[in-house]
């Protein structure tokens, strides 16, 4: 079982340890890396929780070696500088209104373990681990629930934070965990109470960047009901497809296989998966507004791509602030069809660019098509056609990972003796799609093509 990431962090806990028991108290690792060290997981940090200390006395204790920063003098917080370790002491938590932040907290050194470790989220993070002895104090059969990959809830008390339903949703996709049947419950009974943009979109980006089988936190999420929140996805709910191309269900049922097979072939750039797991979640919003059901039975939703680019940005709009996500995620999903399209009617180079210029990114677009290829079990998952047909070409025209650049520039007119002018934006337009159809390739001739058919 390794707790610390390296020998610097192990020295300095052991200093802490040491340093406590003999001012006569106690110093345990606890939560995240106590849980990944049990799970073979090396730790990235390590927080350190002391007992039967005084504030003051473990401030001494930290002064003798390290560094440090307070955060929340009430409940005593220290952030060691230069490691990636958390020192606290145990605190406890009264909630004092609605919301994620209506928390009076207190630190109380002489809390017992038990005491302290009621107030965690889930069993499998109240699980302490002692530095001195080795020894682990799990008062809640976190290990067990480890062992059996079961999330529950650790107390009652779960359910005045209710950021804590989100982190059930990117735990279970984490560590591969079912949800027990009373946590589920239990969650169902929480409202979301006006938590902040901000934190919500760090639980459904820990999900995407995290997660090894997204699907779990998905049918959690519906499973508890807080699917709601999120309407466009409760929308995808019980939304028919055609058994043929997708006999694994629903539309969200799709949804949520096909961000498992996004998750597993993540390129390990946060912004690109970032990108493209919002895409692949995006990517059928828009069949419960245009899904029929013909005289004979068959189901059609057409036109679900172009629909879909709206409900996405609907989606996307509540969910970050982030506008350059918006608007890079948006045309994926407008066009998550197109390399399909182009494949089967085998289109020139003109269509390629045009679609590069359209997405950015020829290769987020053909991860998506992936995904949206092997998110239909039992289906065996397999290369898909268009996606190598397309990258091959793309890559041909040095388009794969940007849109092609415009060869002619303002700059080039002023050279040819014009005036700027409004007019330059519809003779460098023109231009672009000449170029997009393979007119010319170069200066030179961009400016000659200027000459000749614009000027």
Not at 142 to 160: C, V
Not at 173 to 184: C, G, I, K, M
Not at 194 to 209: G, Y
Request: glycine fraction near 8%; include cysteine; aromatic fraction near 8%.
């Amino acid at each position: 079982m390794k707790i610390f990431a390296d020998e610097k962090s192990k020295r300095a806990c052991e200093f802490l340890a040491r340093e406590a028991c003999a001012a006569g108290g106690r110093a345990y690792c606890v939560g995240g890396c106590v849980r990944d060290a049990l799970l073979g997981v090396e730790p990235k940090d390590v927080d350190v929780e002391i007992y039967g200390l005084e504030a003051e006395k473990i401030e001494r204790i930290l002064s003798k070696k390290f560094r440090f920063e307070i955060v929340g003098k009430s409940f005593g917080v220290w952030i060691l500088k230069g490691l990636d370790i958390d020192v606290s002491m145990p605190r406890t938590e009264r909630k004092t209104g609605i919301g994620h932040k209506a928390f009076e907290i207190v630190g109380d050194p002489f809390l017992t373990p038990k005491e302290a470790c009621a107030r965690r989220d889930f069993t499998i993070n109240a699980i302490l681990y002692d530095i001195l002895s080795g020894d682990i104090i799990d008062e809640f059969s976190g290990m067990g629930d480890l062992k059996n990959k079961i999330l529950r809830h650790t107390s009652e008390r779960f359910s005045e934070d209710p950021l804590r339903v989100l982190r059930a949703m990117q735990f279970a996709a984490r560590f591969n965990l079912d949800v027990a049947p009373e946590t589920v419950e239990l969650c169902s009974k929480i409202e979301m109470e006006n938590l902040p943009e901000e934190r919500i979109f760090e639980e459904w980006k820990k999900l995407i960047l995290k997660g090894v089988e997204i699907s779990r936190g998905l049918f959690f999420l519906r499973d508890c009901g807080w699917v709601k929140y999120f309407r466009e996805l409760a929308d995808m709910v019980d939304c028919p497809q055609d058994p043929r191309w997708h006999p694994e269900g629903d539309v969200y049922v799709h949804t949520a296989h096909c961000m498992d097979s996004f998750a597993k072939k993540r390129v390990g750039d946060d912004r690109e998966d970032l990108i493209v797991g919002l895409a692949v979640l995006c990517h059928d919003m828009g069949k419960p507004k245009c899904t029929t059901i013909g005289d004979d039975g068959a189901i059609h939703s057409y036109g679900h791509d172009i629909i879909g680019g709206k409900v996405a940005r609907k989606f996307l709009e509540h969910l970050t602030r982030e506008k350059s996500i918006v608007e890079e995620v948006v045309p994926l999903v407008e066009r998550h069809m197109a390399v399909l399209d182009l494949w089967r009617s085998n289109a020139g180079d003109g269509a390629i660019r045009r679609l590069a210029g359209k997405v950015k990114r020829i290769d987020r677009l053909v991860r998506l098509d992936d995904a949206d290829r092997n998110g239909r079990p039992p289906i065996e998952p397999e290369d898909s056609p268009q996606g190598l047909w397309i990258m091959q070409r793309a890559e041909a025209l040095a388009i794969k990972d940007s849109a092609p650049k415009p060869i002619l520039l303002g700059r080039h007119l002023i050279e040819l003796g014009l005036t700027p002018s409004v007019k330059f934006k519809d003779i460098l337009n023109a231009a672009y799609e000449a170029q997009l159809d393979g007119a010319f390739f170069d200066v030179e001739h961009a400016v000659k093509y200027a000459k000749d058919n614009l000027l």
